[in-house]
């Protein structure tokens, strides 16, 4: 069972729109949430994280937005560049006082067209 | 560059041969992590190192072991890999095992099973 979900594969935007990326999450236990980044041939890359304790972080076009309530968090990139299309996954970590393994999303493949 | 380095990049076997994937560091991080990614999946982890510590994932098949010989190298050995193992393998570091810790992740490995 998946615990974190992305339910569109896929999203096109027009370069200089906002691109939204959703994601939820099952586990009422994770507590930290990361969006990493890939583009075809590379290992995915860290892009900007969340703890539970906030509901809005924000660095530079990237903002994220978590909804404790609704399990759900968003990823917001506004505007929205060409270089931007990637594949960004969502993951989820649950606090704990050992190694706390992430676990991710499919994916959502997003396509900004100039 | 400090990077995560995967070798080879692509790789064919036939079932049932074993085979060996391999991940490199110059990051000097203490954990290291081997993810599977299945196509239109999210990478599941298989295992992780905490320096010479060995932490299985309870759903990880006994097909598959990992070696890390020093702190720079890890390898991903498939004893008798099935056509399901077809996949793509993703190797990462972080400097330790909290959720905050950022993960950076190698290339990959596309390994294909015929």
């Known amino acids: 069972d998946q615990q974190v979900k992305q339910n569109s594969p896929s999203l096109s935007v027009q370069e200089g729109r906002i691109s939204i990326l959703n994601c939820d999450y099952t586990n009422s236990m994770f507590d930290y949430f990361l969006w990493y980044k890939k583009y075809p041939a590379e290992g995915p890359t860290f892009l900007i994280s969340?703890?539970?304790?906030?509901d809005k972080n924000e660095d530079g076009r990237f903002t994220v937005f978590l909804n404790k309530s609704a399990k759900h968090l968003s990823l917001h990139i506004v505007p929205s560049q060409p270089g931007d299309s990637a594949v960004y996954f969502c993951?989820?970590?649950?606090?704990?006082?050992?190694?706390?393994?992430?676990?991710f999303g499919k994916g959502t493949r997003l396509s900004v067209i100039a | 560059d400090a990077m995560v380095i995967q070798n080879p990049r692509y790789q064919v076997t036939q079932f049932g041969k074993p085979v060996t994937l391999s991940c490199s560091q110059t990051?000097?991080?203490?954990?290291m992590y081997w993810y599977q990614q299945k196509s239109s999946q999210a990478p599941k982890l298989l295992f992780h190192?905490?320096?010479?510590?060995?932490?299985n994932e309870a759903d990880t098949p006994d097909n598959f072991q990992s070696r890390r010989p020093n702190t720079s190298f890890c390898f991903l050995d498939i004893r008798s890999p099935g056509l399901g193992d077809t996949a793509m393998y993703l190797c990462a570091t972080s400097r330790g095992p909290g959720r905050a810790e950022t993960q950076y992740f190698g290339p990959g490995t596309r390994l294909l099973v015929l």
């Open positions: 993951a989820a970590s649950v606090a704990n006082s050992g190694n706390t393994p992430l676990v």
């Open positions: 969340i703890s539970s304790i906030k």
């Open positions: 190192y905490y320096d010479k510590d060995f932490n």
């Open positions: 990051l000097n991080h203490n954990v």
